[in-house]
Structures are given as structure tokens and as C-alpha cells.
């Protein structure tokens, strides 16, 4: 009897040593089973206190290298620029350098801009009106808009179906003035010297008045250019 306990009381200690390291094993087994999640951290749950259950973490923002002897400069966006308007369809011409343009079932009321047409009671007032009928008048014509004027016409540069600038060739033809007060456009003057140069146009006359000296001088007709 004696020898059989001493044989069975090595096997008894090992597996009395070998207990608690498979309790153990198995304890952790079980944890990672049941999915626990770690208690969050203080600042975790400010953030789950604040209502932000389920938002996804903000990336940190690396900021702009500096370049060797200054400071980072920010990047912006490109300047837009002002690109020209659907084409459209020349329905009326009302005098030299005005005109209705119809676009998408609109008529656009536009005033060609850098030039200024003598006033239809004028000398070539009639002639301005003809040649813009002659050029423009029911064809579709691409405009360049430059923003609005007093009256709420569209300022434009009008390109006709070839490409040419009718704004332009108005000047170049003796028709046109370049309106010298609200455009900064020295081309045209260049123009207008050409055709003062050729006497084409209005400038077969020694003084041709201006148009707006015109208006200034016969306020009803202030409704025409400018």
C-alpha cells in the first residue's frame, strides 16, 4: 500500500502544479470568445457622450511643408474665367451696336462692348445699323460677355459664324467709334485710326460728332449707347 502512494504522489503534484496554469489558459480563451471590448479612455467617452457614436476617426492634417527661406505659403484655386455663352441667334437689331440675341426661348438684350454706334438721328446712324443687320442679323452668333451695363444689357464681345469679332469690324468699317471712356481695349483704337487713316465709314466727314457728346447734347437719346 505504502508503495503504490509513492508511486501515484509524483503524478498528484504535477498535476496539482498544472491546475492553475489551465484555469488560466482557459480564462483568457473566453474573454477573447465573448468579444469584450476595452473600456474606452476618458477622452473616448467625451466623445460618446457628445454623440459621436459611430463617426469614423478625423485623420490628423499634416501641415504644408515650409519652403527653404520663407513660410509655407496655402495653395488657392485658379482665378475662374469668364467663359463665353452658349450660342444663340440674332432676332433684332435695334440700332448699330445693339441687338437682341435669342438663347433658350430668351431674348437677351445685349450692347456690344468697347464701341460706341452713332445715334440713329445721327449722320451713319442708319448706315451702323445696316451694316450690324448685314452682319449679324439671323445668324448664330458665340458672345463673350464682359459683365452689365447701366441699363442691364449683356456687354459682349459678338463673334460671328466665321469667327470674326462684329464688334471689331464695326470699328474697322467706319461704323464704330471706340468708346474710348469705358474700354481699355487699345486694339480698337488702332482700328479707328485705320479707318479715320481710309476716310470708310462716318469718317468721310471732316468732324464727325461723337456719339456721346450727341447724347450729351439731346438727353432723350441717353437711352441709346453708353
Known amino acids: 500500500m505504502a508503495l503504490r502512494i509513492s508511486r501515484l504522489f509524483p ?10 496554469l489551465l484555469l488560466a489558459g482557459a480564462f483568457t480563451i473566453g474573454r477573447s470568445c465573448t468579444g469584450a471590448v476595452p473600456e474606452p479612455r476618458s477622452r473616448d ?122 464688334n471689331r469690324e464695326l470699328v474697322s468699317g467706319g461704323f464704330a467709334w471706340w468708346y474710348r471712356k469705358y474700354s481699355t481695349d487699345r486694339s480698337l483704337e488702332t482700328l479707328e485710326q485705320a479707318a479715320r487713316a481710309a476716310h470708310r465709314g462716318l469718317w468721310v466727314d471732316k468732324n464727325p460728332v461723337p456719339p456721346w457728346e450727341f447724347r450729351a447734347g439731346n438727353p432723350r437719346r441717353q437711352g441709346g449707347g453708353g
Open 45 to 166: 467617452r467625451a466623445h460618446l457622450a457628445a454623440g459621436d457614436v459611430g463617426m469614423a476617426p478625423v485623420p490628423a492634417q499634416t501641415p504644408e511643408p515650409r519652403k527653404a527661406g520663407g513660410e509655407a505659403k496655402a495653395t488657392s484655386s485658379p482665378v475662374p474665367v469668364r467663359a463665353s455663352a452658349p450660342d444663340g441667334k440674332v432676332v433684332r437689331v435695334r440700332d448699330g451696336d445693339s441687338i437682341v440675341v435669342m438663347r433658350g426661348g430668351i431674348g437677351i438684350e445685349v450692347r456690344l462692348d468697347g464701341i460706341d454706334c452713332p445715334e440713329l438721328a445721327q449722320a451713319f446712324g442708319k448706315k451702323a445699323k445696316g451694316a450690324t443687320a448685314d452682319f449679324a442679323f439671323g445668324k448664330t452668333v458665340r458672345l463673350v460677355a464682359k459683365g452689365k451695363d447701366r441699363y442691364g444689357r449683356e456687354l459682349a464681345e459678338v463673334f460671328l459664324p466665321d469667327g470674326r469679332s462684329l
Open 11 to 20: 503524478r498528484f503534484v504535477r498535476l496539482w502544479v498544472l491546475l492553475p
